[in-house]
């Protein structure tokens, strides 16, 4: 079986950048009634490599394939929601294959399937699936390594409060992050609009 090779467009370019979050308890927003903006963290996992991720000698075990199934159904349970729950996802396609299975680690399709969502359209505006990296992903705007997850938190609260502009998913009400780092670790944040606690 011959592979093709990733060409240098199909891999995020590595960058300087620097970012920052601003995070609030929950009377800090009451007082300063900011809760018409705020956004919460309705469930997140981190997962450090597993022994699947280097017993099968499986390229896409290797590059994250497991810890980001086993992520994502941990924060899937803590938030109470599903793949087909989540509205828009920016995710780690640090190489184009990546978001292939990425997707398929999410839930998103079937192992092995997930190049029938590509050819479906189906994670772009106006398809059947999430909206997938509005932003245009690690590959449009590069990939300040430490500063990439909080770009990814920055775009999908913009989305969340309908302040994405022309990027805009329409009605977004669930947000999904995954962020990876091989050797290694990923991390699978779901947000959601905060609600009042009065």
């Known amino acids: 079986m011959v592979h093709d090779p990733l060409t240098k467009l199909q891999c995020s370019p590595t960058s300087d950048g620097a970012g920052c979050a601003i995070v609030a308890s929950e009377r800090f927003v009451d007082e300063h009634d900011l809760w018409d903006q705020a956004v919460e963290i309705a469930g997140q996992a981190m997962v450090t490599d597993m022994s699947s991720t280097f017993d099968t000698g499986s390229c ?28 828009v996802i920016e995710l780690h396609d640090c190489f184009s294959a990546n978001e292939l ?56 609260t913009w989305q969340l409060r309908g302040k994405a502009d022309k990027r805009q998913v329409e009605g977004a009400k669930t947000a999904l992050q995954h962020n990876i780092g091989i050797g290694g670790a990923v991390v699978v944040t779901l947000y959601k609009p905060a609600k009042n606690g009065n």
């Open 101 to 156: 299975i990425t997707y398929e680690a999410l839930g998103l399709a079937e192992e092995g399937e997930a190049h029938k969502l590509v050819e479906a359209e189906a994670t772009t505006y106006g398809g059947d699936g999430p909206v997938v990296n509005p932003s245009g992903g690690l590959i449009s705007k590069g990939h300040p390594l430490g500063a990439t997850g909080l770009a990814q938190c920055s775009e999908l």
């Open 60 to 87: 896409i075990k290797i590059v994250g394939y497991d810890m980001s199934r086993e992520a994502a159904k941990r924060a899937y349970e803590e938030a109470g929601v599903g793949p087909d729950d989540v509205d």
